[in-house]
């Protein structure tokens, strides 16, 4: 069923009042003029939609909807029911002059009729328009013509799509402040895109070369920073550990004891390894815990890690779980290149390469030290006696049968001597260097010792 808009000017607008405050009523026949131009049906039709409403044109046009285009009309042969709401309807004709045509009842002539049908073909070819735009329209000139043309500044525009309002319905002073207000935002919105635009492009290269600078210098700081924070090789205490815990970089800790075979060997290697990872760009630290030192370290940390056994090694990760570092034992071949690659693996990816010959030349540097300590600290005599002196110095069966041969003091003083000696060689290895000075050290030590094992025999 068709209904009138919610939003018609028949259903909205309120009724117009007279100069002296009175309501003005619409005639009958402006009512069936108006009913015609809203429907397109006749004026008998017209009339009686308008009787049954009780003179109500508001509730004339919608009973008319509601039948479906006057097919519960009594006896009246209205029109057909226009579709979806639309009309066709004559904008200039008048309601005044519908109304004398049809102002007349009963049947008419056949001339009558044939004119009118005719009348109502070229109605149909005229403009369709809504029933929204009639009832606008019917209601704006029903508007002007009793309050007058100075009520069309305030109504809404004809045209609907319309940005501005007419300049008709302004002031002059109106009109410019209306084109301000409209070009202002406008205005605003280009100045707001094109300012930063404009900046950008004016300091681009500036920019630019402020940017390459500030990455080179940022990277030469890096650099810096790199190479200054990573520490030195140094032997520290249990007490220095947690400094050493709390480093950003990784750290490949050895753990030893002076008195230790093994120790004296490996602690001039990390010492070399150091180095090779310094010179190659490695961030990774190489420290040693001496476990001989002051203050010693707790009884768990001693039974998990014994002196006797060292020396043990260890990886520290800076901030491996909740801010703490973390450790893992190293498991993996004692060798510089195994060292090497598990300082590489801390390292992290896109590790520098660390010369191999270098790594190799370490191995056999650290092979030859372990023969030469071997022979200086397991000998049981550093000096190689002649036969025919040690024959000489036999006792005969003489001297053994009356208890003349040598006693258990002489040995034993003999033996006290041995150890003097063997102790100051020890402590002419000097491993506070790398596997060079370590490995020449000892062979001096070396043949010092058996030097004094010649005198000793002599």
């Not at 800790?253 to 090779?276: I, N, Q, Y």
């Given at each position: ?266 602690l001039p290697l990390m010492r070399d390894l150091e180095v090779l990872l310094r010179a190659a ?61 598990a300082a590489c693996g801390l390292h992290g990816p896109r590790c520098p390469d660390v010369n ?103």
């Amino acid at each position: 069923r068709l209904q009138p808009p919610s939003h018609s000017p028949l259903q909205t607008s309120p009724p117009l009042r007279a100069a002296d405050g009175g309501v003005v009523e619409m005639s009958s026949d402006e009512k069936v003029a108006d009913f015609i131009s809203f429907t397109g049906g006749g004026p008998d039709e017209a009339k009686q939609y308008l009787e049954m409403a009780g003179g109500s044109l508001e509730q004339a046009v919608s009973l008319f909807m509601e039948m479906g285009g006057g097919g519960g009309a009594g006896g009246g042969g209205g029109a057909a029911a226009p579709a979806a709401g639309d009309v066709v309807t004559s904008p200039g004709a008048s309601a005044e002059g519908v109304a004398r045509e049809d102002s007349g009842s009963g049947a008419q002539p056949p001339a009558v009729q044939g004119s009118k049908d005719a009348a109502v073909a070229d109605r149909k070819t005229q403009v369709v328009e809504s029933i929204d735009s009639i009832l606008m329209r019917s209601h704006r000139q029903d508007l002007v013509q009793r309050v007058g043309p100075q009520v069309e500044r305030y109504l809404p525009t004809e045209d609907p799509t319309a940005f501005l309002l007419p300049d008709s319905r302004l002031e002059p002073h109106e009109r410019w402040w209306q084109k301000v207000f409209v070009v202002l935002p406008w205005l605003t919105f280009a100045c707001m895109l094109a300012v930063p635009l404009w900046l950008v492009r004016s300091n681009l290269p500036f920019l630019q070369k402020r940017a390459v600078e500030d990455k080179w210098a940022a990277h030469k700081r890096a650099a810096a920073l790199d190479v200054g924070r990573v520490p030195e090789f140094s032997v520290v205490s249990f007490a220095q550990m947690p400094d050493v815990l709390e480093r950003p970089f990784p750290t490949l800790l050895l753990l030893f004891d002076p008195k230790t075979f093994a120790s004296r060997l490996f602690l001039p290697l990390m010492r070399d390894l150091e180095v090779l990872l310094r010179a190659a760009g490695v961030k990774v630290a190489v420290t040693a815990l001496d476990l001989s030192m002051t203050p010693a370290p707790a009884a768990d940390f001693s039974w998990e890690y014994p002196s006797a056994l060292a020396p043990h090694i260890q990886l520290v990760l800076p901030r491996a779980r909740d801010g703490e570092a973390g450790i893992v034992d190293y498991d993996g071949r004692w060798t510089a290149s195994a060292l090497a690659e598990a300082a590489c693996g801390l390292h992290g990816p896109r590790c520098p390469d660390v010369n191999p010959e270098v790594l190799a030349q370490g191995d056999g540097l650290l092979e030859e030290l372990r023969e030469v300590l071997f022979e200086l600290l397991f000998v049981e005599d550093g000096a190689e006696p002649d036969p025919l002196a040690q024959a000489a110095e036999r006792p005969s069966w003489w001297h053994r049968r009356v208890g003349s041969g040598r006693s258990a003091e002489a040995e034993e003083a003999a033996r006290r001597r041995l150890e003097v000696a063997r102790c100051q060689a020890e402590q002419e290895v000097d491993l506070s260097c790398g596997l060079d000075r370590a490995l020449a050290s000892a062979k001096d030590a070396l043949a010092n010792f058996k030097a004094g094992g010649q005198q000793r025999l002599a």
